[in-house]
């Protein structure tokens, strides 16, 4: 079982930037480096949309994954050692207004880019891009 827990979330005006947070519970024996961990972010209105996504590529490392909506906006990095995954948000837009969530799943397999493949989320955080 994973716990997510989000942060970081608030007001913006357009152009700036903002750091979300999720912080992971897992089991004694795992950290959060045993998982695939994702954002997605759903606006008023609209449906649930992967943002981006970290998985374990096999190799040496972990690959990242972006929509095209957020690619070379936004990061995803982790910190397994603190059980943490973030996500900085730069050159913010109004079209960035949603809820954030984090999301976990063991199966380094997963469909990345499809909510339903994920197995653990948060509660979401709120973010307001201001013009």
């Known amino acids: 079982q994973v716990q997510l827990v989000e942060s970081g979330g608030g007001s913006v005006q357009a152009g700036g930037s903002l750091r979300l947070s999720c912080v992971a519970s897992v089991a004694s024996d795992r950290t959060l480096g045993n998982y695939a961990v994702g954002w997605f972010r759903q606006a008023p209105g609209k449906e649930r949309e992967f943002v981006a996504a970290s998985r374990w590529n096999g190799g040496y490392s972990y690959r990242s994954y972006y929509s095209d909506s957020v690619k070379g906006q936004f990061t995803i990095t982790r910190d397994n050692a603190k059980n943490a995954v973030y996500l900085q948000m730069n050159s913010l837009k109004s079209e960035d207004t949603a809820i954030y969530y984090c999301?976990?799943?063991?199966?380094?397999?997963?469909?990345?880019?499809?909510?339903?493949?994920?197995?653990?989320w948060g509660q979401g955080t709120q973010v307001t891009v201001s013009s």
């Open positions: 999301a976990a799943n063991g199966n380094w397999n997963v469909q990345y880019y499809a909510d339903r493949s994920w197995a653990y």
